[in-house]
């Protein structure tokens, strides 16, 4: 397994890239509309036929774009909370804009106390109790992979099918319902409430291929259109006297480069990013690498972790469910691999036995 730094890093960062990092969300309700060439104009009900003639349509590129900009200009605040795996666990979310800046706050309000700050590329996740921060520029196609180049959106709907669920209202604000119906079972369905007049997502379901949630997030309460407060998350990302102020070392890769290859990939997955870092979070020069992998089908992703064999602590061929997130770990040859993602178990067994290792 990666170390301890790293992991609590990932999951942090995990936190928000599984299905509630804004631009990852939005470009996501942007890609739903897709299916049907094109869609009303915000708040235009869907249940209403009779008033369609003098309702404004967009076309589904121009809905991508609407979304993609209520994601990253609008300013707003709330609580998220999520329910998965036997638990619960809420967190305080701020997103502000001026301009081209962007600037976000994650403060988790249940378990360790931890905190992640953004502005544009720059992450900072703080660990109050330790005295510890971990800095790191994030590579935009980890944050919004496959859904703004080529035919990316198009190629989502290879794969998962469209369906209208009506109206609903979550923490206050009307919602339009959809559902993002999965055409195999090497994937999950996906239902999706996005609020009308501005295209936020406020609530996410994960669904099993029995069609019974996994895991849910959405937000409690929640503001939008509040005054920005930039000043106050650069201001946090600068307070770090005391701190162990970590800042891991990543580098470009590719699985061919380090000695291996993928012989085919399940259906609809591409690599979106490949590189690699440093074990020690001191980055002591020489020190041994983990090499990661995120593939995406433009919807979901799977992330694949190889590093050096340790007998000491990777024994044995582990098997992990929490929520709708899987996870696979192995001996191979003298590597860990470690497979996750939000997928069926049988997904992740389709990427090991495609994981090739060049002798």
């Known amino acids: ?24 969300l939005a470009g996501a309700m942007g890609v739903l509309m897709l299916a049907s060439g094109s869609v009303r ?17 967009l076309t589904a590129k121009a809905w991508l774009m609407r979304s993609q900009a209520a994601a990253s200009t609008r300013n707003y605040q709330g609580t998220l909370v999520f329910t998965g795996g036997g638990a619960v666990s809420s967190s305080r979310v701020a997103h502000y804009c001026e301009g081209s800046q962007q600037y976000e706050r994650v403060e988790a309000l ?30 935009p196609r980890a944050m919004f992979p496959a859904l703004l180049s080529g035919s990316g959106g198009k190629r989502v709907l290879e794969w998962y099918e469209l369906r209208s669920l009506g109206h609903d209202r979550v923490a206050g604000y009307d919602a339009d319902v959809v559902l993002l119906k999965a055409k195999d079972n090497i994937r999950f ?78 259906p609809g997955f591409r690599e979106v990013h490949c590189a690699k870092r440093s074990l020690d979070p001191m980055d002591t020069p020489g020190a041994p690498t983990v090499l990661q992998a995120i593939y995406s089908d433009g919807l979901t992703h799977v992330s694949l972790f190889i590093e050096p064999y340790q007998p000491a602590r990777h024994q044995g061929e582990v098997s992990v469910t929490i929520g709708a997130t899987h996870t696979l770990m192995g001996r191979r040859d003298d590597y860990w691999v470690t497979i996750m993602g939000d997928v069926p178990p049988e997904t992740l067994r389709r990427f090991a036995a495609a994981l090739e290792h060049k002798r």
């Open 1 to 24: 397994m990666v170390s301890e730094v790293l992991r609590r890093n990932q999951h942090m960062q995990g936190f928000v890239v599984r299905g509630w990092h804004r631009p990852l």
């Open 41 to 57: 104009a915000a708040g235009a009900s869907a249940a209403a036929p009779s008033d369609a003639a003098s309702e404004p349509v």
């Open 110 to 139: 249940d378990g360790e106390s931890r905190s992640m700050w953004r502005h544009n590329d720059l992450v900072q996740t703080v660990w109050p109790r330790v005295h510890m921060a971990v800095i790191e520029q994030r590579d």
């Open 189 to 266: 369905s996906q239902r999706l409430w996005a609020e009308r007049q501005t295209g936020l997502l406020l609530r996410s379901e994960m669904l099993g291929l029995n069609g019974q949630p996994l895991e849910s997030a959405a937000f409690s309460e929640l503001s939008i259109g509040v005054k920005p407060q930039p000043e106050a998350v650069v201001a946090a990302m600068r307070k770090l006297d005391g701190y162990r102020v970590l800042r891991p070392t990543v580098q470009a890769a590719t699985l061919e480069g380090e000695g291996w290859s993928m012989s085919s990939l399940p």
